[in-house]
Nanobody, 124 residues
Framework: QVQLVESGGGLVQAGGSLRLSCAAS????????MGWFRQAPGKEREVVAA????????YYRDSVKGRFTISRDNAKNTVYLQMSSLKPEDTAVYYC?????????????????WGQGTQVTVSS
């Protein structure tokens, strides 16, 4: 089992920045591919960004490229999502997820473990 706890969400004005953190426990963190997902009301959960076990490979959905950065600190068992130039359409509950079988995973159904989510609200 892997336990994931997100933090860092909140209310921010458009154009502002937030950094989300996700602390993992229960399994060797360096053996986990990690991802950030989001779900807005009435919409399906979608991948935002993903990072490989070592951190050498990353993936971003097109709408956040150049604005969001995913990173990880394997010594601290933590993955981060730095979000800049936020837009109202980024408003959603953001979830951290972990996957133990793949080096890098970008699909919702590839992930085995999920955090409880943290709300990000961007006002216009």
């Amino acid at each position: 089992q892997v336990q994931l706890v997100e933090s860092g969400g909140g209310l921010v004005q458009a154009g502002g920045s937030l950094r989300l953190s996700c602390a993992a426990s229960g399994r060797t963190f360096g053996g986990l591919a990690m991802g950030w997902f989001r779900q807005a009301p009435g919409k399906e959960r979608e991948v935002v960004a993903a990072i490989s076990r070592s951190g050498s490979s990353t993936y971003y959905r097109d709408s956040v490229k150049g604005r969001f950065t995913i990173s990880r600190d394997n010594a601290k068992n933590t993955v981060y999502l730095q979000m800049s130039s936020l837009k109202p359409e980024d408003t959603a509950v953001y979830y951290c997820a972990a996957e133990s079988q793949r080096t890098l995973a970008i699909r919702t159904d590839e992930y085995d473990f999920w955090g409880q989510g943290t709300q990000v609200t961007v006002s216009s």
